[in-house]
T-cell receptor, first 114, second 116 residues
């Protein structure tokens, strides 16, 4: 069974600081996703990573994928309060034919303090 | 503005009642997912469909839950009878799954279910 582990689960940081959220997964996968969820809201897609070494950046967030290590990172640069949210990684597994499942980590609750 | 639409947004019901949640996927998407989100378990995959056919519902309690796609524009998730432990936010997501392609799942706003 695929396991997707995020750490830390809770992250409190000051504005202007840098930090990294880690996502480890237990089975070979060819696609990795990062989502953001604000309290009481839906999940918003941030990044899709499809190959080993893939790196994507949007504003203060940068995501990378190492398929050999089964590890993805979400790096936050110079955090601002607006980044406060829960961040999820999700791993896509093709289990045969067109059977494609998306399994989520537990999420990282990020709080950026002034 | 294409989006996944879920109804109702909120539902409060008494234990033992039937609950039906509806989802309209984004037009043209071939895959629909149902997820349940709770504080304790996080996001759990309940079921998913490809081209309206159920592919995997192993995450769903079979005795009380059922999921269907009567047509390409409607997916339903039913709970009968409902129990307090079913209280959660239920999300529907849709996506266009293609080999080696940039496949994303787009989420609806969710149905917040409270069973009292």
């Amino acid at each position: 069974e695929l396991k997707v582990e995020q750490n830390p689960l809770f992250l409190s940081m000051q504005e202007g600081k840098n930090y990294t959220i880690y996502c480890n997964y237990s089975t070979t996968s060819d696609r990795l996703y990062w989502y953001r969820q604000d309290p009481g809201k839906s999940l918003e897609s941030l990044f899709v990573l499809l190959s080993n070494g893939a790196v994507k950046q949007e504003g203060r967030l940068m995501a990378s994928l190492d398929t050999k290590a089964r590890l993805s990172t979400l790096h936050i640069t110079a955090a601002v309060h607006d980044l406060s949210a829960t961040y999820f990684c999700a791993v896509g597994i093709n289990s045969g034919g067109s059977n494609y499942k998306l399994t989520f980590g537990k999420g990282t609750l990020l709080t950026v303090n002034p | 503005d294409a989006r996944v639409t879920q109804t109702p947004r909120h539902k409060v019901t008494e234990m033992g009642q039937e609950v039906t949640m509806r989802c309209q996927p984004i037009l043209g998407h071939n895959t629909v997912f149902w997820y349940r989100q709770t504080m304790m378990q996080g996001l759990e995959l309940l079921a998913y469909f490809r081209n309206r056919a159920p592919l995997d519902d192993s995450g769903m309690p079979k005795d009380r839950f059922s999921a269907e796609m009567p047509d390409a524009t409607l997916a339903t998730l039913k709970i009968q009878p409902s129990e307090p432990r079913d209280s959660a936010v239920y999300f529907c997501a849709s996506g266009l799954v293609r080999p080696k392609a940039n496949t994303e799942a787009f989420f609806g706003q969710g149905t917040r279910l409270t069973v009292v």
